[in-house]
């Protein structure tokens, strides 16, 4: 064999090498190309999931605040009716005929003289003169009575305020039932 024989094998076997590792080369990118691709569609697809699940975390978060607005909202416009129904029990007790509001001291007199010995009584100053037998003196409220020992150490209190707020704290849960129910 010549050595232009030699050289040609040599180029053609370089050649060959060389188409091989180039195709290999090829190949090669073709799969890291392909296989960035699918990371990256991977990639998409997780930050889409992960971009819906926060979106709908987000809903969920602002609808529970709604829900919870909407909640303290209703409770307050019952809490303004009711104050407001209390507040005509109100004007309807401070309007209440002489001869009513008499009935109704007697038999709040008779209620405290069954539970102290009475020594003073407190009223309102319209209730005054409907009251006898004991000391009395005049106290701002809306009607009813307080009574007091003549010791003055046990007052009992059936003062429609108290009564009223007594009625409201106590009644509240079944009022909300019956009114809103």
Not at 98 to 106: A, G, I, V
Request: proline content about 1%.
């Amino acid at each position: 064999m010549g050595l232009e024989e030699v050289q040609k094998e040599i180029l053609a076997k370089a050649k060959t090498d060389a188409g091989r590792v180039l195709a290999e080369a090829f190949a090669e990118a073709d799969r890291l190309r392909k296989e960035s691709q699918q990371q990256f569609k991977d990639y998409t697809k997780q930050r889409e999931a992960e971009k819906q699940k926060s979106l709908e975390m987000l809903r969920r978060m602002h609808d529970a605040q709604l829900q919870t607005e909407m909640k303290m909202h209703l409770m307050d416009a019952r809490r303004k009716w009711i104050e407001n129904a209390f507040g005509e029990v109100r004007k309807k007790l401070k309007n209440l005929p002489d001869k009513q509001r008499k009935e109704h001291l007697q038999k709040l007199l008779k209620r405290a003289a069954n539970e102290i010995d009475v020594g003073t009584v407190y009223c309102a100053p319209m209730d005054k003169k409907a009251i006898t037998g004991y000391t009395v003196k005049e106290n701002e409220m809306l009607g009813g009575l307080i009574a007091e020992t003549s010791d003055r150490t046990v007052r009992v209190d059936y003062s429609y305020e108290t009564m009223l707020a007594q009625l409201q704290e106590n009644k509240l849960a079944e009022l909300n039932k019956i009114l809103f129910g």
